[in-house]
T-cell receptor, first 109, second 114 residues
Framework: NAGVTQTPKFRVLKTGQSMTLLCAQDMNHEYMYWYRQDPGMGLRLIHYSVGEGTTAKGEVPDGYNVSRLKKQNFLLGLESAAPSQTSVYFC????????FGPGTRLTVL | DQQVKQNSPSLSVQEGRISILNCDYTNSMFDYFLWYKKYPAEGPTFLISISSIKDKNEDGRFTVFLNKSAKHLSLHIVPSQPGDSAVYFCAASAAIQGAQKLVFGQGTRLTINP
C-alpha cells in the first residue's frame, strides 16, 4: 500500500516550457487535490477533483490545468511555465482527512 | 484574507516539556480541524483531527483543543521528544461547492532541544 505517490520528485524548467506532474493513489479515494507550498506560506489549493472525470478550480488555478481520466490518477499540467510557478507541489487524496504525497520540487528559470 | 492563522512562526521547547502550538480561524463555516506534521523534503503527515462538535481529542502524546467561541485551536504535545522537531500546520475544513476543502495556516516550526 503505497498511499499517494508523485512523479517526478524534482524538475527544472525554462520559462515557456511545459510539463505534467503525475499523482497516483491506491486508497480508492474519490477526492484528489493539487496544492503548492511557497516559503512562509501554508499550502494553497490549485485544483481539485471530486471523482473520475471531474475537476474544479481552487484558490490559485491560473497557469495550471488538470485531468482526472482514471480514479487513481490526477495530473497537473503547466502549459507555459513561468518563474512564479517555482514551488513545491503536493498532491493529496481523501475527503475529511487528506493524505499527502512526498511532493515535487519545481524550479522555473 | 488569511482565514487560518498560526501567529508563531517558530517555537523552541526543551525535551520532556509540553509543546503548545496555536491556531486561529475566522470562518465560522469550518466544521473539521486537522493538524499535520511536516519534515523537510517530505509531504505533510496527518497527525490528529477534531470535529466542531467536540472540544477535545486525544491520541497518545497529542491532544487537540477546540474553542469555538474564540475560534481557536491548539495542539499539545507532552512529553516533547526530539523526533517531534518539524513544521506543524493546522488546517480547517468546510464543505464548499460540494467538496470538502482544507485551508491551511502558515505553519509553526517546532524545535525540541535536548
Amino acid at each position: 500500500n503505497a498511499g499517494v505517490t508523485q512523479t517526478p520528485k524534482f524538475r527544472v524548467l525554462k520559462t515557456g516550457q511545459s510539463m505534467t506532474l503525475l499523482c497516483a493513489q491506491d486508497m480508492n479515494h474519490e477526492y484528489m487535490y493539487w496544492y503548492r507550498q511557497d516559503p512562509g506560506m501554508g499550502l494553497r489549493l490549485i485544483h481539485y477533483s471530486v471523482g473520475e472525470g471531474t475537476t474544479a478550480k481552487g484558490e490559485v488555478p491560473d497557469g495550471y490545468n488538470v485531468s482526472r481520466l482514471k480514479k487513481q490518477n490526477f495530473l497537473l499540467g503547466l502549459e507555459s511555465a513561468a518563474p512564479s510557478q517555482t514551488s513545491v507541489y503536493f498532491c493529496a487524496s481523501g475527503r475529511n482527512t487528506q493524505y499527502f504525497g512526498p511532493g515535487t520540487r519545481l524550479t522555473v528559470l | 484574507d488569511q482565514q487560518v492563522k498560526q501567529n508563531s512562526p517558530s517555537l523552541s521547547v526543551q525535551e520532556g516539556r509540553i509543546s503548545i502550538l496555536n491556531c486561529d480561524y475566522t470562518n465560522s463555516m469550518f466544521d473539521y480541524f486537522l493538524w499535520y506534521k511536516k519534515y523537510p523534503a517530505e509531504g505533510p503527515t496527518f497527525l490528529i483531527s477534531i470535529s466542531s462538535i467536540k472540544d477535545k481529542n486525544e491520541d497518545g502524546r497529542f491532544t487537540v483543543f477546540l474553542n469555538k467561541s474564540a475560534k481557536h485551536l491548539s495542539l499539545h504535545i507532552v512529553p516533547s521528544q526530539p523526533g517531534d522537531s518539524a513544521v506543524y500546520f493546522c488546517a480547517a475544513s468546510a464543505a464548499i461547492q460540494g467538496a470538502q476543502k482544507l485551508v491551511f495556516g502558515q505553519g509553526t516550526r517546532l524545535t525540541i532541544n535536548p
